[in-house]
């Protein structure tokens, strides 16, 4: 690839606290979805632990390209962290494709406890996605492919940060590695885990 990727999942959010399942875009961008207090502080670390990773390689924290998913969790994410790299919150672009994986609508707002049946079902049949609607795990293998291949044409050298959900990068991680789908879940990050996905 022509650029580096860092990915970041989002902070601890209000739906994580809840125990449900925020997965539609309609419910995703409402603001009683957004970080908890400890989910803010976990992004201003993450914010911290970036700039340290960039000047490490000898890289401007101010350099960086930052994507997110137009969800309020991962929105508010990016932008603390761009505050703590210098950069301004306007520098952050919502990208759609980087939204969470949607678990259909018999799980939405539903407990948490859910995932499990749908992570079985992945391991199966990664072409089966929940009922109602739901994605499957190779759909959106093939929409994160179509946002990379996006980013490679619009960008040459630059070191670029993806910040999203835990199924969405599990997926992007699997993908760019050429793993298992259906075993995605091996690569699931913590709230505001940071990983270098592509060096």
């Known amino acids: ?18 125990g449900v399942i925020v997965s539609s875009l309609n419910n995703g961008v409402k603001v009683e979805y957004a970080l908890s207090e400890a989910g803010k502080q976990q992004a201003v670390e993450a914010g911290r632990q970036l700039a340290g990773e ?12 930052i994507y997110s998913s137009p969800f309020s969790r991962t929105v508010e994410t990016a932008e603390l962290v761009a505050t703590e790299l210098g950069l301004p919150v306007s520098s952050v672009v919502k990208e759609t494709d980087l939204r969470e994986r949607y678990f ?23 072409s089966q996605g929940p009922a109602g609607g739901g994605e499957s795990v190779k759909a959106v293998s093939t929409r994160l492919s179509g946002l990379l291949d996006r980013l490679e044409e619009a960008h040459e050298g ?11 990068l599990s997926i992007l991680t699997t993908t760019v590695k050429g793993g298992e789908l259906g075993s995605h879940r091996e690569w699931g990050l913590k709230t505001a885990e940071l990983s270098l996905l592509v060096p």
């Open 1 to 18: 690839m022509k650029n580096s990727y860092w990915v970041l999942r989002h902070g601890r959010s209000k739906a994580n606290e809840a």
């Open 54 to 65: 960039l000047t490490q390689r000898g890289l401007a924290p101010s350099s960086l390209q």
């Open 104 to 126: 259909g609508t018999a799980l939405e707002l539903q407990s948490h406890d859910l995932y499990a049946g749908v992570w079985e079902v992945d391991m199966q049949d990664v």
């Open 158 to 168: 630059e070191t670029i940060l993806l910040v999203a959900h835990g199924d969405t």
